[in-house]
Nanobody, 119 residues
């Protein structure tokens, strides 16, 4: 069973930065894709960023230029560097991993880490 453990969340003021980490219990190089999602109160979960096995990345438009997804295959850690945070970034952030097949719904999820941005 693959386990994902997020850390790095917290409370910051608008304009601040946080770096989220997701420790994966398996070799991250084996996964088709790794992703970050977030869910704000009363809203649906949405994809924030994605990194594929070959290192290619995708970021949702609202975070482009502010957030950067990366991974360290030697340490089996997925990162999300978040800069210039805005109050609308406030949410529970989750990492998800897809081991095989198309990169659709992750087979494995972390428990989440809370990010709160105050104005």
């Amino acid at each position: 069973q693959v386990q994902l453990v997020e850390s790095g969340g917290g409370s910051v003021q608008a304009g601040g930065s946080l770096r989220l980490s997701c420790l994966v219990s398996m070799d991250t190089a084996n996964f088709v894709c790794l992703r970050w999602f977030r869910q704000a109160p009363g809203k649906e979960r949405e994809g924030v960023a994605r990194i594929d096995r070959d290192g290619s990345t995708w970021h949702r438009n609202s975070v482009k230029g502010r957030f950067t997804i990366s991974k360290d295959n030697a340490k089996n850690i997925l990162y999300l560097q978040m800069n210039s945070l805005k109050p609308e970034d406030t949410a529970m952030y989750y990492c998800g991993a897809t081991e095989k097949g198309p990169c659709i719904t992750p087979a494995y999820w972390g428990q989440g880490t809370q990010v709160t941005v105050s104005s």
